[in-house]
């Protein structure tokens, strides 16, 4: 059973945010769940107890992590994650977001990021992101990409920079907490239900399409490979018309696409957490009744909510 709880207020600057810091990630040595035993040397940012973090990598399988004694998970088997998107980190962003992520970080087990963490896509905005999440988070965070992280034509350098503190980025993988399987990819646009764009005429409008398709599927890989029976997934762009509601129609096609919903409802999921409709609703629902929430800062800001969404899975 999935609920929604209800953390604190937070006074929160809006506004896009950021400046490049010169980074050096701490380290921890853990041990893989292996029949031998390897120390390995990987930077780390989100956990005060990381000797309790145990990677293991299995072919396609997705990544596991268990934190032992660390606390993750309720009385009632139920863990709390706190989702945001849309924080657009900027050159003049360091610390502007403290409040939250210290927030988030008491309130969650984990903290998922549903992409444009910054603001034209730079590795210096994300640098300054590293180091806030680094300063501030005590949790495992989870993130896709979003498209304002493309913009530069620096996206895996944006990637780099958060992963070297210990983010993880979903991308057609998944991950595995404590039974709670996460998978993730970005999404594209082409939108929703009858009036979504077909693959007919010119080459650009068929690739156009197929950018969506190659997204689904590669959701749905990282959701096949998921053997937990609760499954959360992060995306970018909405697989719902619902919570683009607000949002001009005209610009319904580039905020979202039904093949990730069809995706979704094929291969089941406890939640969906996404963000880049600025101006939609915060939740709607798959023809399959599976939840969907815009966690957009800005639809969470507008509508009176805590600057991050809290959800107990």
Known sequence: MCQTVIG??????????????????????FKPKTDREVTHDLPFGWCSDPTHLRPVFCG???????????GIM???????????????????????????????????DVLLLTGDVT????????AILAEDLRTYVRTPILAVLGNHDYESGKSAEVQAALESIGVTFLDGSGVEIEGVGFAGVCGFGGGFDRQMLSAWGEPLIKAFVQEAVDHSLRLGKALTNLATEKKVVI?????VRGTVNGENPEIYPFLGSSHLEA???????????????????????????????????????????EPFFLYKV
């Open 8 to 29: 604190s207020k937070f006074d929160v600057d809006p506004e896009p945010m950021t400046r490049h810091a010169n980074l050096e990630p701490r380290t921890y040595n």
């Open 60 to 70: 396609n399988a997705p990544k596991r992590f268990s934190k032992g004694d660390s």
């Open 74 to 108: 309720d009385d009632q088997g139920n863990m709390r994650v706190a989702a945001v998107g849309d924080i657009h980190y900027a050159k003049t962003s360091k610390g502007k977001l403290r409040d939250l992520f210290v927030g988030a970080s008491s309130s969650a």
């Open 119 to 126: 603001d034209y896509g730079l590795p210096e905005e994300a």
């Open 235 to 239: 995306l970018h762009y909405s697989p």
């Open 263 to 305: 995706t979704i409802d094929h291969f089941g999921a406890s939640v969906v957490f996404h963000g880049h409709a600025h101006n939609g609703e915060i939740k709607g629902k798959t023809s399959g009744n599976i939840p969907v929430f815009n966690v957009a800062l800005p639809v969470l800001l507008r509508t009176g909510k």
